[in-house]
């Protein structure tokens, strides 16, 4: 029986970190973000429909992946579930402390296999977020300085700028080391004969959640004032100089006024587009791994409710624990998705100075 648990346990998850991230589509966008035609401006871009169409791409693949790891891990929980009885009949409390620990160690094993996958994934789309965000902040700065918003471009790549370093930082430095601490404290929880340690991983998911909470609402105010602030005073400074041209130079000022109003009208289709555009390939790198996040989630919870219906109650605290961390990963997700879709949002709706 030991054998076994430990082939269920260790087998099948090798593979299972570039499967998740071939099938949610972080190396390559397996769902066409854009169309030609839609780039060109020949075709609407409807959000609803986009986004719809993302869903219905990859929700098929998500559950099926989720069922494969629930199938495995339920295979783990109810070997465990075999091995407590054991245990549990002979009168060796040494031999009922070894199953403990056998059955700790085999289902930690299979649930950081999977973690970390998860983790891998989430900062791999991270960072194709952040890099395809980074090559458009020039777009948009320009595009904005052409309007005539030269306070409101400045303002927004600083604000944005400060945001994709924040994104870049968590990724590389914060991410594994938020998960290996959590993971630790809820592992050491499930061993038998040690201190209850899961205070403490429910302190640093907290602490990550209200840190992150802080982070986001302070980019998004930042980025939302700044931005219409400055809009604001160039389109008073463009209005009071044009206004000065027409009346200095009666015949060029008016013309001048003009071509302005031409100018504005064709910046402000392009911007349309440019927002819009950004906002479908965001969501195309993002929304997949959430949805992956999501269905692994519910994984997780049916699984920690299931394993203390099978008797094994510190497999399921540990499995509900290891679901709270996910919940962390999601909020991440969420938060840059919304800060970008709020960037994009006040870029198209940060007026044209006329």
């Known amino acids: 029986m030991l054998l076994c648990l430990v082939f269920v346990s260790f087998c099948g998850f090798a593979s299972e970190e570039q499967s998740i991230a071939d099938a ?16 060109s401006g020949d075709a609407q871009i409807v959000l609803w429909d986009e986004l719809v169409e993302i869903l ?3 929700t098929g693949e998500a559950v099926g992946a989720a069922s494969a790891s629930f199938a495995a891990l339920m295979s783990v929980l109810v070997l465990c579930s075999l091995l407590h009885a054991s245990g549990k009949i002979s009168s060796s409390p040494m031999l009922s402390t070894a199953c403990s620990f056998v059955c700790a160690l085999a289902v930690s094993g299979v649930s950081y296999s999977l973690l970390h996958n998860l983790f891998s994934v989430a900062g791999q789309a991270l960072t194709a977020f952040s890099q395809y965000l980074a090559a458009l902040l020039p777009v948009s700065a320009s595009l904005l300085v052409s309007g005539g918003n030269v306070s409101a471009a400045a303002a927004s790549s600083a604000s944005f700028s400060l945001f994709l370093s924040a994104i870049s930082l968590i990724c590389s430095a914060v991410l594994f080391p938020f998960l290996q601490i959590s993971f630790s404290a ?5 061993i038998p004969g040690t201190a209850d340690l899961a205070p403490i991983g429910t302190m640093v998911r907290n602490t990550a959640g209200l840190l992150l909470l802080f982070l986001f609402s302070l980019l998004g105010f930042m980025l939302t004032m700044q931005t219409t602030i400055s809009a604001a005073s160039d389109s008073f400074l463009f209005r009071t100089v044009r206004f000065a041209s027409g009346v200095l130079i009666p015949v060029v000022g008016n013309i001048l006024g003009d071509a302005a109003r031409t100018v504005a009208g064709s910046v402000s289709v392009i911007k349309g587009t440019v927002g819009a555009v950004g906002t479908v390939v965001t969501l195309a790198i993002l929304v997949p791994p959430m949805l992956y996040l999501l269905c692994y989630r519910v994984m997780l919870f049916l699984s920690g409710t299931l394993a203390r219906l099978l008797g094994c109650e510190r497999e399921g605290q540990l499995l509900a624990d290891l679901g ?6 999601m909020g991440l997700l969420a938060g840059a998705e919304v800060i970008a879709l709020l960037f994009l949002a006040t870029f198209i709706k940060t007026g044209v100075t006329v």
């Not at 397996?30 to 780039?39: F, G, I, K, M, R």
């Not at 709270?324 to 990963?329: D, G, P, Q």
């Open 324 to 329: 709270a961390t996910l919940n962390i990963l």
């Open 186 to 190: 809820s592992f050491a929880s499930a």
């Open 24 to 39: 949610a589509g972080v190396d390559t966008l397996s769902h066409p973000a854009v169309t030609d035609e839609q780039l």
């Open 56 to 58: 219905r791409a990859h």
